[in-house]
């Protein structure tokens, strides 16, 4: 049997497979509500991550987290 990812691991693992992740994503798939905490716990631990701030043409802006290679 798999053992279960924590949601550090799967934010994680995301980034490595796809690129990018944004709150919403983040809250689709794993029901992670505060992604910017693990964010930084990321960045801390050596994962260079951009932030960009994004303005759809209706609607609030958004963090879009990038893995920079």
Do not use: C, F
């Not at 053992?3 to 497979?17: A, D, F, G, N, R």
């Not at 905490?37 to 701030?53: A, C, F, P, T, V």
């Amino acid at each position: 049997m798999k053992p279960i990812e924590t949601q550090l691991q799967q934010v994680k693992s995301y980034l490595i497979v796809h690129k990018k992740i944004t709150s919403w994503k983040a809250i689709e798939l794993y029901k992670i509500t505060r992604l910017s905490q693990y964010i930084s716990i990321l960045r801390k631990d050596g994962m260079d991550i951009n932030m960009e701030r994004v303005r759809p043409m209706e609607g609030n802006w958004y963090g879009l987290y990038t893995l920079k290679q």
